[in-house]
C-alpha cells in the first residue's frame, strides 16, 4: 500500500529553461509533477514572458512590489527561479497533492555543476521561437532576466 504521505517517484525530468514562455513551461511542469516525476529546471533566467515590454515591466513592478501588504502579503519572489516555483506552484492543486508535487520540483539559475552532464529536454510548444514561426504577427517578449533587473533582484549564478 502506498502512502500519500510518502509518494512514489517514477523518474527524473532535466529541463532546460531558456526560450520557454513561463506559462506554457509552468503547466507542463505542473503536470509532470503531479505524474510523480522529480523535475530540475535549469537557466530560469532565459524563460520568457509575452507582451511589450513597458507592460510587462509595469505590470511585475505592481504585483511583486507595489500590490499587497509588507506585513500580510501576498509576498511574491524576485529571483528567477523562485519566480518560475512559484508560477508553477499557482497551476497545481490546493491539496495534499499538489504539495507533494511541488516538493519534487528544483529550479536552478544556470546550469549547476552537478547537472552539467544531464541531457535537457525542451518543450517544443512551449518555445518562443516556435510560436514566432507559426504566426503571421509580431509576437513580442521579455526575458524574465531582465523583469527582475528592473524589479531589483540581485541573481546569483
Known sequence: ????????VIGTKYIDASDHVLGRLASKVAKLALMGYEIHIVNTEKTVITGKKEFVLSYWKHKILERGDWYKG??????????????????????????????????????????????????????????????KRKIWYVYLEDVVKYISAKIRT
Not at 500500500?1 to 512514489?8: C, D, L
Not at 528567477?80 to 497551476?91: E, I, L
Not at 490546493?94 to 504539495?99: A, F, L, T
Not at 510548444?125 to 510560436?131: F, G, R
Open 1 to 8: 500500500m502506498v502512502s500519500k504521505y510518502k509518494p512514489v
Open 74 to 135: 501576498p509576498f511574491y519572489p524576485k529571483r528567477p527561479d523562485k519566480v518560475v516555483k512559484r508560477v508553477v506552484r499557482g497551476m497545481l492543486p490546493k491539496n495534499w497533492r499538489g504539495r507533494v508535487a511541488l516538493k519534487r520540483i528544483k529550479t536552478y539559475v544556470g546550469v549547476p555543476d552537478e547537472l552539467k552532464d544531464k541531457d535537457f529536454d525542451k518543450f517544443k510548444d512551449a518555445l518562443v521561437n516556435e510560436k514566432i514561426r507559426k504566426t
